[in-house]
């Protein structure tokens, strides 16, 4: 391993304890470690847009010739970019966290720092790091997206029930309460959850629901909710129930019916009756409006 690889897995604390010890023994470590202790000595009040760039590099320099006179070149610019990494994470701290959010029935498209396209469905949360996407290429997923990764992208798609690791360019994820789905539609992912670790390719999927795993193969070539369709494959109803309230901004009461029952099918997100009907229809049940917001399910 050369020692750019070293000092950048060094600074993303990936060296495992052999590396470690092996690199605090070498003559370079004080040296990075010098740096890295001068960029931790800025504070934001002390900076300001007019501030020249160049004369904190310069800084960096001297501070780097008087620990080692003969640092190669090359070190000092990964350092040099250590430090504008730094600069900038203070210059502009509002700057570094992107959250996105979308309520009842929105769906919204964004770029990763990679290019890479992410279409958010109804009720989701995620988030991710630009400052420190290259480091830490990860997001925070709470909820359901689907992701068009570019060509080489890499990222872990974190949430509560497992980490899906890119490996392929189109994959959906879904994680709700007690649910959580992977559905690959181009290229590989790995998923790792709890107890297992799975590599899907294009056309399979993977779910797991109350800690049960299941495989299949995927019905469509992209996951229907981006044409505004939820559709479902022996999904206790509950979950199915819950996404139309998500999808609708609706209150569902249940009574006499075992939401844990399976269901396979689908529904609209364009016309709330004709959705209804799609779930109640197969399962023997009946639906009441009691009011705009407010929907009552039970047996025929």
């Known amino acids: 391993m050369d020692r750019e690889d070293i000092l950048r897995k060094w600074l993303a604390d990936q060296l495992t304890e052999e590396e470690l010890k092996e690199f605090q023994e070498s003559s370079d470590y004080q040296t990075n470690l010098a740096v890295i202790e001068y960029a931790k000595k800025f504070k934001a009040p002390e900076f300001s847009p007019s501030q020249s760039l160049s004369t904190l590099l310069e800084k960096s320099k001297d501070s780097a010739a008087k620990s080692r006179k003969l640092w190669p070149t090359r070190m000092l610019r990964i350092a040099a970019a ?7 994470y203070f210059l502009f701290p509002g700057n570094n966290q992107v959250n996105i959010s979308t309520s009842t029935g929105e769906k919204t498209t964004i770029e990763l720092p990679d290019a890479s ?22 997001i925070q997923l709470e909820g359901e997206a689907y992701f068009e990764v570019v060509k080489g992208g890499r990222f872990n798609v974190i949430t509560s029930d497992g ?13 709700r309460s007690q649910f959580f789905e992977v559905q690959c539609f181009e290229g590989v992912v790995k998923v790792t959850a709890n107890q297992f670790e799975e590599i899907l390719r294009a056309g399979h ?13 995927n019905a469509t070539r992209e996951p ?14 509950h979950q199915v129930l819950a996404e139309l309230e998500r999808q609708y901004g609706i209150t569902i009461v249940v009574k006499g019916v075992d939401t844990q029952r399976l269901f396979t099918g689908g529904f ?3 016309h709330l009756e004709n959705a209804l009907v799609a779930i109640t229809e197969p399962l023997n049940l009946i639906y009441r409006l009691d009011s705009e917001d407010q929907v009552t399910i039970t047996p025929q």
């Open 117 to 138: 396209l992410v279409q958010v469905n109804a009720g989701s949360d995620i988030s991710f790091n630009k400052t420190t996407w290259k480091l830490r290429k990860k």
């Open 163 to 175: 980490v899906v690791s890119v490996l392929g360019t189109k994959f959906n994820v879904k994680q």
């Open 268 to 270: 609209d997100h364009q």
């Open 205 to 217: 999927s993977l779910k797991v629901i109350d800690g049960h795993l299941s495989l299949g193969n």
């Open 82 to 88: 250590v430090l504008i990494g730094v600069f900038v």
């Open 224 to 237: 229907q909710w981006t044409s505004n369709i939820s559709a479902f494959n022996n999904t206790p109803l």
